[in-house]
């Protein structure tokens, strides 16, 4: 009933964090591309994380909808717009915005997961990582037709 799902965190800068963590000086054009391309696709890598962990909580409220005392729990973006918004590593909670809420109706055994809630946000979940997933698929296409300029 308790298991807390924690989010893990993407560094910025991926190639030159892992010459770091091997004692080297990143290559400078490594460097290069990845400050001209490595943000749009962390970006791109977080949102699907996160879009995971969502997919996991949400599946985790359906598996305990018979489970009494069980409480919803939902991913809150407000909460990790916020941690986003001071720095990377600055700030992020171990739960990775994973809260309980006591929102909706709670029935007798005291479970608050409602069936056509859960069903319905994970149909929304799977809209918007579907729609992520082009959208990077996209982003690299472009890339991979700048590099061949084109052709």
């Known amino acids: 009933m308790g298991r807390t799902i924690s989010a893990t965190c993407l560094p910025t800068d991926r190639a030159a964090s892992s010459?770091?963590?091997?004692?080297?000086?990143?290559?400078?054009?490594?460097?290069?591309?990845?400050?001209?391309?490595g943000p749009a696709a962390d970006n791109y890598g977080r949102s699907l994380d996160r879009l995971s962990l969502r997919q996991s909580v949400l599946s985790g409220n359906l598996a305990n909808i018979?489970?009494?005392?069980?409480?919803?729990?939902?991913?809150?973006?407000?909460?990790?717009?916020?941690?986003?918004?001071?720095?990377p590593f600055e700030g992020l909670s171990d739960a990775g915005g994973v809260i309980t809420t006591q929102s909706g109706d709670v029935r007798i055994d005291q479970n608050s997961v409602d069936l056509e809630?859960?069903?319905?946000?994970?149909?929304?979940n799977e809209i918007r990582?579907?729609?992520?997933?082009?959208?990077?698929?996209?982003?690299?296409?472009?890339l991979k037709n700048v590099i061949r300029e084109g052709r």
């Open 19 to 37: 010459e770091r963590k091997r004692g080297k000086d990143p290559d400078p054009t490594v460097q290069i591309l990845s400050k001209l391309f």
């Open 66 to 87: 018979n489970t009494p005392g069980y409480k919803r729990r939902e991913v809150d973006f407000a909460i990790e717009l916020k941690q986003a918004q001071t720095g």
């Open 117 to 124: 809630r859960e069903v319905f946000e994970l149909g929304e």
């Open 129 to 142: 990582y579907q729609t992520t997933t082009q959208m990077a698929r996209g982003y690299f296409r472009g």
